[in-house]
């Protein structure tokens, strides 16, 4: 079966670092304390899948990364469980180097499912990773029938040598003298992209993308590649696996129907795509595109940011730290806990959240549907500012929010802005990991000001 581009979608977080405070030529995206590459990947995903509405068949998840928040444990299956896929949709991990997010994809495409890629990029200090690197997630979704983009062909080449390299515990990585790396990776990109075109009869394609670790890569990528360069490297800087996916996603954003997209990524070889668009592109695109999401953001100071990295040690609030979460009750609450899933009385209609099992408004028991929360809006109707609280970034903001449709919870705010918050404002869940307690992540839900999409289906705004 012949599976094609059905949909894409992209996350940047809300932080960012002045060219001020890292020396940069523009400022760096930055993902918070309580996210990861995880968080990341559901926000991503949760964005294509709300643009195509519940009941999207998603068999498989194919999920990228540089950073993963386990290991011996498949991060996906947390991505799967937030994204409330069918059980039967196989969940897995590829991980370990930007050449990962090839891997999710061909993986994608061939069973029709969905690539996930998402990174916390970390360097040294003042270092050129610091400088050129951003956090960030995209997702790719493949399936049969009439898509927004075909691939015409794929192609691979592999090669071994020294470029960029990571020990496993290590936090930041390392690379070798950028002109080494150039000369390698030059002579593979020229080649994987004749072969590519070739073999798909194409002269020369319409979009040119290049993606790869190596700098000098991405700054003389126009002399390598035959056709009209539409971004060299993602548009946040070397963004490891999800490097791939944000530029091709920015490509997406503003090509035409019946053009073609040559997507090239040099990670210890070079893996290559050749994508042309269809007339279904236009009515498909994601609600905001990559470089609207890059202009938005609110400025961190660099030492908070290095805090949250663990490259400097700063004072916390002098409270007890938490206790690690133990198996046996995130089990029983992960319809909850990672579904954000309520519960709709059928006698009567009252939504609750945490779901009960006895209505609150007509007191039947046990007649109750369940209600994906992640698909609601709510409006805050009181909150609180605490300084006192345990957290990596204070103080720490928790509002009371009315869910359209019914439904009231508090939740911690994400990314709060307290000046910003009154009674009324709009918010919407987002899932974040809370604390690390032992080595075990506790994620959950927070809220967080609403970004005025389009509601899904299940929303009444």
């Given at each position: 079966m012949t599976h094609t581009l059905q949909a894409y979608a992209t996350y940047l977080p809300a932080w960012r670092l002045s060219p001020a405070s890292t020396g940069a030529r523009s400022t760096r995206v930055v993902a918070s304390f309580d996210e990861d590459s995880t968080t990341m990947a559901v926000e991503a995903a949760g964005a294509l899948l709300s643009t195509l509405g519940p009941g999207t068949p998603v068999p498989s998840l194919h999920f990228a990364t540089t950073s993963p928040a386990y290991l011996d444990k498949t991060n996906a299956v947390a991505v799967h469980a937030a994204l409330g896929l069918d059980e039967t949709a196989f969940a897995v991990d590829v991980a370990g180097s930007g050449r990962s997010a090839f891997a999710a994809l061909r993986g994608a495409l061939t069973d029709g499912g969905l690539a996930v890629a998402a990174d916390v990029r970390v360097g040294k200090p003042g270092s050129t990773d610091e400088r050129s690197g951003g956090d960030g997630a995209a997702a790719l979704l493949f399936g049969p029938g009439p898509g927004i983009a075909r691939v015409l062909a794929r192609y691979s080449l592999s090669a071994e040598?020294?470029?960029?390299?990571?020990?496993?515990?290590?936090?930041?990585?390392?690379?070798?003298?950028e002109r080494f790396g150039f000369e390698r990776y030059a002579d593979?990109?020229?080649?994987?992209?004749?072969?590519?075109?070739?073999?798909?009869?194409?002269?020369?394609?319409?979009?040119?993308?290049?993606?790869?670790?190596?700098?000098g890569v991405t700054k003389r990528?126009?002399?390598?590649?035959?056709?009209?360069?539409?971004?060299?490297?993602?548009?946040?800087g070397f963004s490891g696996a999800a490097d791939t996916g944000l530029a091709l996603a920015s490509v997406l954003d503003v090509a035409g129907p019946e053009e073609t997209i040559l997507v090239l990524?040099?990670?210890?070889?070079?893996?290559?795509?050749?994508?042309?668009?269809?007339?279904?592109?236009p009515a498909r695109r994601q609600r905001t595109p990559v470089r609207e999401q890059l202009g938005r953001g609110r400025e961190i100071p660099h030492l908070t940011y290095l805090a949250w990295r663990g490259l400097v040690e700063r004072e916390l609030p002098r409270r007890p730290e938490p206790d690690r979460p133990a198996g046996p009750p995130s089990d029983r609450a992960a319809g909850w806990k990672f579904g954000f899933?309520?519960?709709?009385?059928t006698d009567c209609g009252f939504v609750h959240l945490p779901p009960l099992r006895v209505c609150r408004r007509c007191g039947t028991a046990d007649a109750m549907e369940p209600v994906p929360g992640t698909r609601l809006r709510g409006t805050v109707a009181t909150h609180t500012v605490d300084h006192l609280a345990y957290s990596p970034s204070p103080p720490v903001v928790v509002v009371v929010a009315d869910f359209d449709g019914g439904g009231r919870t508090s939740l911690e705010l994400a990314d709060p802005d307290p000046e910003a918050l009154t009674v009324g404002s709009r918010v919407e869940p987002a899932f974040r990991r809370f604390f690390t307690a032992r080595g075990v992540h506790n994620y959950f839900w927070k809220a967080r000001p609403s970004t005025g999409a389009a509601p899904v289906e299940g929303s009444t705004t």
């Open positions: 040598f020294l470029d960029r390299w990571r020990e496993p515990t290590s936090t930041t990585g390392e690379q070798w003298e593979l990109i020229r080649r994987a992209a004749r072969e590519t075109l070739v073999a798909a009869g194409v002269d020369e394609a319409d979009h040119v993308v290049v993606t790869s670790p190596n700098a990528a126009g002399t390598l590649v035959k056709g009209r360069l539409s971004t060299g490297g993602s548009p946040i990524s040099a990670v210890d070889g070079c893996d290559v795509l050749l994508l042309r668009t269809t007339g279904h592109l899933n309520g519960s709709r009385c």
